[in-house]
């Protein structure tokens, strides 16, 4: 199964740019790679999902190298609301499974 | 998409006692999950549960301590046994929906979660 590393937590101001980073360095050749926002008391929800290069909706962008071995999740203009915790999700199968790897989440603060 | 609801909320329990969560999703689904997340910890995954199936269970969980039932496509129940303190932590039910658009894989929905106390 992946495993995957995320920054504990992030500080921005609102109107920047904010990057975040996960690592999953032996992701499978079929693993999807998705991140989720998560209010508290709320379950995750789905930001945007990748296999290779880049993808981008009306929220976020990802973007992943050529190697796969770690994905970068960009939110354009962060807002106060975007205070929330990240994970990164790596997800395929295994042994006939679902594979579903969680990342340890990033807790990003937005300061006015 | 899906919209899941789960029951109870939030609950207290005792030490050695039971407690039964249900999950309940607005459409017909194939697999459902559960989850654990300790307090201002990730999510770890429990088992999943396919309907007419027995339950996955994940390494560190067994059957006899978290029973799944999976009667029908929009409902499971997850029990988590004979509780300990070391149980307190909310517990997530998600489903599963092939994507839409440009999304390829599939697309996980999360129910709200039940914050589970254990005294």
């Known amino acids: 199964l992946a495993k995957t590393t995320q920054p504990i937590s992030m500080d921005s101001y609102e109107g920047q740019e904010v990057n975040i980073t996960c690592s999953h360095n032996n992701i499978a050749t079929n693993d999807y790679i998705t991140w989720y926002q998560q209010f508290p008391s709320q379950g995750p929800r789905f930001i945007i999902q990748?296999?290779?290069t880049k993808v981008t909706n009306e929220v976020a962008s990802l973007f992943i190298p050529a190697d796969r071995k770690s994905s970068t999740l960009s939110l354009p203009r962060v807002s106060l609301s975007d205070t929330a915790v990240y994970y990164c999700?790596?997800?395929?199968?295994?042994?006939?499974?679902?594979?579903?790897?969680f990342g340890s989440g990033t807790r990003l603060q937005v300061q006015p | 998409s899906a919209v899941i609801s789960q029951k109870p909320s939030r609950d207290i329990c005792q030490r050695g006692t039971s407690l039964t969560i249900q999950c309940q999703v607005d459409?017909?689904?194939?697999?459902m999950f559960w989850y654990r997340q300790q307090p201002g910890q990730s999510l770890t995954l429990i088992a999943t549960?396919?309907?007419?199936?027995?339950?996955?269970?994940e390494s560190g969980f067994v059957i006899d301590k978290f029973p799944i039932s999976r009667p029908n496509l929009t409902f499971s129940t997850l029990t988590v046994s004979n509780m300990s303190p070391e149980d307190s932590s909310i517990y997530l039910c998600?489903?599963?929906?092939?994507?839409?658009?440009?999304?390829?894989?599939?697309?996980?929905?999360f129910g709200p979660g039940t914050r589970l106390t254990v005294l």
């Open positions: 999700l790596v997800a395929g199968m295994d042994t006939g499974r679902r594979a579903l790897t």
């Open positions: 998600s489903v599963e929906m092939p994507g839409q658009g440009a999304i390829l894989d599939n697309e996980q929905f």
């Open positions: 549960a396919n309907q007419g199936s027995e339950a996955t269970y």
């Open positions: 459409s017909q689904v194939t697999m």
């Open positions: 990748g296999y290779k």
